[in-house]
């Protein structure tokens, strides 16, 4: 009895003190929490300076707690397209702000649409004859779109600029699947529809390949269009097809050959680039760093804008409030069939914030979409949950951001009006079905299966023994009717024939400006035109509505994690990103990419409506892997790519 005695009181202890870590853990978080927080006392007379060490998005993904409690570190910082272009528009009657410090020195980049929005954003401020000076070292195509909006675009002397370009590989598993002894059954519809080549081929199809250079093509001139506007001078053929004549012309030195090009205006160090901005704005009279200059940070700036009667963007309202209110629900990401996100379309999650909003008397619904799609099921589930404003004569408008293709167009069937950008991709109206069997090299490995059925689909699909003759009528014919089913829901939809929505399918990807002209969209604008659209529809008169985004209570613990491990402020100086390592970003996430190709396959998550085009991670974009618990597999496979 003394050793269980004492064994008793040695648990106790062990759960009185893990019990007190965790009680100073949390106060701790809390204070940290509390103590980052910006206050609006604390905005100043100077810059706003936007320091992106992140990237730009339609909706910023959610903080995993236990995640980031186990790392110490939070993920990459997300910023929201929307609040940001809020937030500088705000700052251009702000007599307050004096100019803009946009330092690009760590910004990871963004889709088209959003990238734009704040670039356009940026052209109001300049317009409001406010200037912005910009910094960077290692100029990509993001960077290059926000500085050319910049009265002075600085490059260190160690950068320079690289503009790519749309365009990217897919890699392409077929032969490697078959050596191996694994068959990747692909079910799909649509002569574009490309997502299973790569499981299923070695190489493209002469389809797959047309769809992708014709609509990169046209990002490209759109891109191309952007920059030129904003800077008339810059020559970006000597930036991109002439860069090796370009570079010899300059010695070799990336930085003077940034501006020959008319990319970048002045050479120099980040402590001569604050001297300059310190010049429009002032010194900053806290800071002995040399050339500091008076600042108000953008989180500082977004905390010291924000009412009462804010929407989800947490900026007031541009619409200039009023009692009757435009709900607003994001589906942005991969679309699933779970409580993914934000940042993530779990259709469970968003479908219960539509519901909740039924009973909230709202006057109108806009359904911004940046998705490629993903399963059927969740895309049907939000589509019924939008319809079902639509049977109470509420109002539904789509708005498109980045990417509404595949299942995102399923959705935006439920719209009455779709707006888009020219660089929207959209269209992908196809479906497909991928299921792996392990027959072959079971038997490679003696392994051999033996089965007893009493009709054909007993115990199929088996993925380790083969799939029946029937098996696979089966999924090809599910494949095919749910084809048909989206086909019909686009011709309803845009009041044309099946056979012309066939047509106009087939899994082809189109950019907002060729589906426009193929009526598949009404008109071009963002998500305030379709606001406004919506408030003209329901019949309210201007300024006299605001719209309210449909969102989930953030998570406490993640918001104070955010608070204790980013609420700090970088430290200047710091260390700078290379020319070599913005190539090298994006080389290190090749073993990523091939796990998330793998955990697609292996996921099987039934018949999916997915652009693999259209994928947010590039513009001939390659599988994002999806957030959440990665799969045994996937970690064994990351060790073993590690060595």
């Known amino acids: 009895m003394s050793f269980a005695g004492k ?7 062990i759960k009185d003190g893990l019990a007190l870590l965790f009680l100073l853990l949390f106060f701790g978080l809390l204070f940290a929490a509390l103590s980052g927080r910006p206050s609006p006392a604390q905005v100043r007379e100077g810059a706003l300076l936007i320091d992106l060490d992140g990237s730009i998005v339609e909706e910023v993904a959610a903080v995993d707690p236990f995640g980031a409690l186990l790392s110490g570190t939070l993920p990459t910082r997300e910023y929201a397209a929307r609040d940001m272009a ?61 500085a050319a909006q910049a009265s002075e675009v600085w490059v260190d002397p160690l950068g320079g600029v690289a ?21 990747a059954h692909v079910y799909q519809v649509g002569t ?31 891109y191309r269009a952007q920059v030129i506007q904003a800077r008339p001078d810059a020559d970006l053929d000597a930036a991109t097809t002439g860069l090796i004549e370009t570079l010899a012309a300059n010695g070799g ?26 010049e ?13 200059f008076a600042s108000t940070d953008l989180d500082t700036f977004i905390a010291a804008t924000r009412d009462d009667n804010r929407g989800g963007s947490g900026l007031r309202s541009l619409s200039g409030g009023g009692n009757k209110t435009i709900g607003v629900i994001t589906i942005a990401g991969e679309i699933s069939d779970g409580n993914a996100g934000p940042g993530s379309a779990g259709a469970a999650r968003i479908t219960k914030l539509l519901e909740d909003a039924l009973d909230d008397d709202l006057a109108a619904l806009v359904v911004r979409i940046d998705s490629p799609g993903g399963t059927v099921t969740g895309s049907e589930s939000i589509r019924r949950a939008v319809m079902r404003f ?9 708005s498109m951001g980045n990417y509404a293709a595949s299942g995102g167009y399923w959705i935006a069937t439920a719209g009455q009006r779709i707006f888009a950008e020219p660089e929207t991709l959209t269209g992908s109206i196809g479906v497909i079905l991928v299921v792996p069997s392990f027959e072959e090299i079971m038997a490679e490995y003696g392994v051999n299966s033996e089965s007893i059925r009493t009709t054909p689909l007993s115990g199929q699909p088996d993925i380790l023994g083969g799939f029946t003759p029937e098996t696979e009528a089966l999924l090809q014919n599910e494949t095919e009717a749910i084809y048909g089913r989206f086909v019909g829901l686009v011709a309803e939809a845009r009041n044309i024939t099946p056979a012309r929505a066939d047509e106009l399918a087939q899994g082809r990807v189109w950019t907002g400006g060729s589906a426009r002209q193929l009526g598949l969209v009404d008109q071009f604008g963002g998500l305030d035109a379709a606001l406004e659209w919506a408030a003209q529809e329901a019949g309210l008169e201007e300024g006299k509505w605001n719209e309210r985004f449909l969102t989930s209570p953030p998570d406490p613990f993640a918001a104070m994690l955010a608070g204790a491990l980013g609420g700090q402020a970088r430290d200047r100086p710091q260390g700078l990103v290379s020319m070599s390592s913005l190539f090298a970003r994006q080389e290190q996430q090749v073993a990523a990419r091939v796990l998330a190709d793998l955990d697609r396959l292996m996921a099987a998550p039934g018949v999916q409506a997915l652009c693999l085009g259209c994928a947010p991670e590039t513009a001939v974009a390659l599988p994002a892997a999806r957030r959440g618990v990665t799969p045994w597999w996937s970690s064994l496979a990351a060790r073993f790519l590690a060595h």
């Not at 503009?163 to 068959?183: H, K, Q, T």
């Not at 490309?194 to 992708?212: I, K, Q, V, W």
């Not at 990319?263 to 001569?272: K, N, P, Q, V, W």
Request: cysteine-free; charged content about 25%; proline content about 4%.
């Open 7 to 13: 064994v008793w009181r040695l648990l106790v202890g």
């Open 163 to 183: 503009v790519r370009g749309p365009g990217g590989s897919i890699l392409f598993y077929g032969e490697a699947l078959e050596r191996y002894g694994i068959n």
């Open 253 to 278: 030195d990336m930085a003077q050959a940034a501006l020959a090009t008319g990319l970048a205006d002045r050479i120099g160090t980040y402590d001569e680039w604050s001297a300059a901005v310190a």
């Open 86 to 146: 809020q937030a500088i528009d705000r700052a251009a009657t702000d007599d307050r702000i004096k100019a803009i410090a946009l330092d690009l020195t760590m910004f990871t980049g963004g889709p088209a649409v959003s990238v734009r929005e704040v670039a356009e954003a940026l052209g109001r401020f300049r317009g409001a004859d406010k200037p912005i000076l910009a910094y960077g070292v290692a100029y990509s195509d993001d960077a290059v779109m926000l």
């Open 192 to 222: 574009y529809k490309g997502t299973g080549e790569p499981y299923s081929n070695s190489a493209m199809s002469p389809e797959m390949r047309e769809n992708l250079e014709t609509y990169t093509g046209q990002l490209w001139d759109e």
């Open 280 to 292: 429009l704005a002032g010194e900053d009279e806290w800071s002995n760093l040399p050339g500091a």
């Open 390 to 398: 639509r049977d109470k004569d509420i109002p539904v408008v789509v």
